[in-house]
């Protein structure tokens, strides 16, 4: 069967823990690839151009907006991010599944282009745990950090956008719990129907 892979959408909180979830969900299921987007923030300390993301200046950034090289872009507290379109598709027409940890801005414009997607919407166990997570991180400055945790309701308040929610409170729970799901989406018959009629139907 020749099935096309999955794209899997990851939003939550800033400070919630996306990037853990993700990284340990990746480790553990290295067929799945990983979007690399593009920024025009700073690197933190650790990050690397081309693994982190592609850091990108302003002018450079605006460019791939022009030639219309995004699958999805947003400003993201004062910074631009997106995701480049084409590996994302080039990944997905070969049948690897692909994951992209995105803000809600850029979930919903994927949503709108490719609703085939699975989005999945990371909540903190409550919103004092994610003021303590985000002033541990240390790497926000007191404007930042007001940017980051003030959105923090209003992105909740969209989950009704999504398909599936996790709680990070355990991080092994959470990642085996994405692992479930991703897991139930590749025996969804509606993802797959005509390739399963096909195969069976070629050996009538
Ligand atoms: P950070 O600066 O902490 O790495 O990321 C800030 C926010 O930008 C996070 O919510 C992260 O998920 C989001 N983000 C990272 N890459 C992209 C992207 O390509 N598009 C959009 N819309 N948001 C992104």
Same mark, same amino acid.
């Given at each position: $069967?020749?099935? %096309?892979?999955?794209?899997?959408?990851?939003?939550?909180?800033?400070?919630? @823990?996306? =990037? /853990?979830?993700? !990284?340990?969900?990746?480790?553990?299921?290295?067929?799945?690839?990983?979007?690399?987007?593009?920024?025009?923030?700073?690197?933190?300390?650790?990050?690397?151009?081309?693994?982190?993301?592609?850091?990108?200046?302003?002018?450079?950034?605006?460019? $791939?907006?022009? %030639?219309?090289?995004?699958?999805?872009?947003?400003?993201?507290?004062?910074? @631009?991010? =997106? /995701?480049?379109? !084409?590996?994302?598709?080039?990944?997905?027409?070969?049948?690897?599944?692909?994951?992209?940890?995105?803000?809600?801005?850029?979930?919903?414009?994927?949503?709108?282009?490719?609703?085939?997607?699975?989005?999945?919407?990371?909540?903190?166990?409550?919103?004092?745990?994610?003021?303590?997570?985000?002033?541990?991180?240390?790497?926000?400055?007191?404007?930042?950090?007001?940017?980051?945790?003030?959105?923090?309701?209003?992105?909740?308040?969209?989950?009704?956008?999504?398909?599936?929610?996790?709680?990070?409170?355990?991080?092994?729970?959470?990642?085996?719990?994405?692992?479930?799901?991703?897991?139930?989406?590749?025996?969804?018959?509606?993802?797959?129907?005509?390739?399963?009629?096909?195969?069976?139907?070629?050996?009538?």
């Amino acid at each position: $069967m020749n099935k %096309k892979g999955i794209l899997i959408v990851i939003c939550g909180p800033s400070g919630v @823990g996306k =990037g /853990t979830i993700c !990284k340990k969900f990746l480790t553990k299921n290295t067929d799945i690839k990983l979007s690399i987007s593009a920024t025009t923030r700073s690197p933190r300390a650790g990050e690397e151009h081309g693994v982190s993301y592609y850091f990108l200046d302003a002018q450079k950034f605006e460019d $791939m907006i022009e %030639k219309d090289e995004f699958l999805e872009y947003a400003r993201v507290y004062d910074n @631009g991010y =997106g /995701t480049p379109k !084409k590996a994302v598709f080039e990944n997905l027409e070969k049948g690897e599944d692909v994951l992209l940890e995105i803000d809600i801005q850029g979930a919903m414009q994927v949503k709108e282009k490719y609703p085939d997607g699975v989005f999945i919407f990371i909540l903190p166990p409550s919103l004092e745990e994610l003021k303590n997570r985000i002033v541990k991180r240390g790497s926000e400055t007191e404007e930042s950090f007001k940017k980051r945790f003030g959105s923090a309701f209003s992105e909740i308040s969209k989950i009704e956008n999504f398909d599936y929610y996790l709680v990070n409170n355990d991080l092994d729970k959470a990642v085996g719990q994405l692992e479930s799901i991703i897991m139930a989406e590749k025996n969804r018959v509606s993802r797959y129907k005509d390739c399963i009629l096909k195969k069976f139907e070629e050996e009538l």
